[in-house]
């Protein structure tokens, strides 16, 4: 279920929309599939001519046919938890692109760990991506620090972007600054 920080993605100085305001109108980016990348998507709804690339329904969905974006829509095998798709022709598929953005979600956030997920066909879709986009931003609210999970997407120095809701802890600055992840919280003008 998303956090609170999501669940109202009209709220002023939501990181959603925080997000949305990073990337420019006529950016081309990877959403990957997420309650927060999906809010995301809703925020990204005030930007124009976008080029988008995911596996998310929800994602292609919000931005589909609105200010005229371009979406592309990974095929694969369909869950039905989430409306993500994974697997061979995924990921075969996003190799056709290079972008300058990747937007991700993460279950967790750890020092020195770094960003995490729990799945791994999720954490093979990343790695795709990130390979393909000059920057990458990670959306997580601060219940994702000092959590575990057992798959570490790619190494620190991958991600150069956190936007979340709450200042890290002393730890996790230090992890951030010291791998070069710009943090941003979600209040910032």
């Known amino acids: ?3 609170a920080w999501c669940r109202i993605p009209g709220r002023s100085g939501g990181s959603p929309r925080r997000v949305a305001r990073l990337l420019p109108d006529g950016a081309s980016l990877f959403l990957d599939v997420g309650s927060t990348t999906a809010y995301v998507a809703q925020a990204l709804r ?3 001519e976008l080029l988008v690339v995911t596996n998310s329904l929800a994602v292609a969905q919000a931005l589909t046919g609105v200010n005229g974006n371009q979406v592309f829509m990974a ?3 369909l869950r039905s938890h989430d409306g993500g798709a994974f697997g061979a022709e995924a990921l075969t598929f ?7 953005f990747a937007v991700l979600s993460v279950a967790a956030i750890s020092a020195p760990a770094g960003f995490l997920l729990q799945d791994l066909r999720e954490a093979e879709f990343s790695r795709a991506i990130i390979e393909r986009a000059e920057e990458t931003v990670v959306a997580a609210d601060a219940s994702k620090f000092g959590r575990s999970a057992p798959i570490a997407i790619a190494p620190p120095g991958r991600f ?12 996790l600055t230090a992890f951030f600054a010291a791998h070069g992840t710009r943090v941003t919280l979600a209040q910032e003008r």
Request: cysteine-free.
């Open 1 to 3: 279920m998303p956090s």
């Open 46 to 48: 005030v930007r124009r």
């Open 75 to 77: 095929g694969g095998e």
């Open 94 to 100: 996003v190799q056709q692109f290079r972008v300058s």
């Open 160 to 171: 150069s972007h956190l936007v979340t809701d709450t200042a890290p802890d002393s730890a």
